[in-house]
C-alpha cells in the first residue's frame, strides 16, 4: 500500500514537531515543504530529508505529489493557507485555532464539504492516549456522573510586542493559542455548553488578552472552570470531577502520559499511559484512518465543533471589546 504523502506548509516550530512525527510513522511520508523563502525550505528539507522544497506556499499546493498538507503558520495566515490548499485538491490538517473567528472557520469548512475533500484541525489532544482512557473511563462510570472539569493552561512567556503570543496581527492572545485547550478539553467531556461566561485582562500595550477565567454551564448543574494566561503559569493540570470520584490529568494536560483515579476510602490508582514518539503522532494517525476509509472528517474533532468552540471564542473575545484586526478592518 502507498504511504500518505504528507507537505508541510511552514517551518516554525510546531512544523519541525509534525516532521518528526512523520518521520516516526510508517504509513507517512513526508515528501514535500514550502516556507516562504527557498533557503529556509532547504534549510528544513535537509534537516527532515525531504525531497521537494518550495519558496512559495502556491508551488506546495500545487504539487500532484502531495496528497495532504499540514498548515503550520501562525493563526491569522490559516484561513487563506487553507483556502489555497482546499482549492488545488489537497486534503489539510490545520493547526489550532483553524482561524482567528468563526465565520473564516465556516468558509473553509463549507469549501472542504463542497470539494469532498478532508479537513481537520490539529488538536493533538483529543488523540492522546491517556485522554482517550480518561475519556473512556468517564463514559463507562468509574467516577460516577461527571460534574465538573477543571482545566488550566496557563505559561509566562517573555513579553514582545512582535511575538506571536502578544501581536494582534499574528494572532496574539491567550484564548485562540491557550484557552482552546481547556475548552476542547471541557467539551470532550461534557459536549457543548447551554451557556458560558468570561473576564479577560487584555494587555494594555498590544490589547491582546493575556489573562482569561472561563465558566462553561450546562442546564443540568454540571460546569467547567478554565483559566488561560500568557503571563502567568500554573500547573498545566486538568480534573475530571464525577459524583464518586475524579480523574486527575496530570502534566502536561495537553498531552499527557499519566492519569490518577481517585475514588473515595480507596488508594489512589497511578496509571502510566505514555504517548507514542512525540505525541503528534497520534493525530497523523487519525488522519490516516480516515483517508484510508475515504471520510472527510474525524469523529474524534469533528468540525462541527471546531466551529462552535470558534463561535464560543468569537463571543467572549467581543464581550471583552477584543477584535483582530480584521474585523476591526469590517472584513
Ligand atoms: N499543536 C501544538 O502543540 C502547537 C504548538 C505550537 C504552536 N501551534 C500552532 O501552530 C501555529 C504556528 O505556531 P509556531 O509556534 O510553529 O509559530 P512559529 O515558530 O512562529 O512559526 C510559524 C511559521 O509560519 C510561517 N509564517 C508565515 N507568515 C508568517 C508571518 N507573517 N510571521 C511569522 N511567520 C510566518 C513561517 O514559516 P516560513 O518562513 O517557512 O514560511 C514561520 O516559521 C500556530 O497557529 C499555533 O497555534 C500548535
Redesign the pocket.
Known sequence: MQKIRWGIL??????G?LAQALADCDDAALVAV????QA??DE?GDQWKIDRRYGS?EALAADPAVDVVYI????P??YENMLLCLNAGKHVLC???LTLDAKQAQACINLARRKRLFLME???TRFNPAIRQALQWAQAGAIGTVRLIKADFCINAPFNTTS?LYAPE??GGAL??LGIYPLTFATLFLGLPDSFTSTAHLNTITGVDELVAMTLNYNDGRLAQLAASSRVSLPIEAVIVGSEGSIKVHELF??PDRLSLHKPGKPVEVHELPFRSNG?IHEVEEVHKCLRAGRLESEVMPLDETLALMKVMDVMRHSWGFKYPHELAGL
Not at 511552514?10 to 512544523?15: E, V
Open positions: 511552514a517551518t516554525g516550530g510546531i512544523a514537531k514550502a516556507s516562504r523563502t529556509r525550505a528544513f506556499y503550520a503558520t501562525p493563526h495566515f490559516h493547526e489550532k485555532p490539529a488538536v493533538w506571536r499574528l494572532g485562540l493559542d495537553i498531552r503528534y
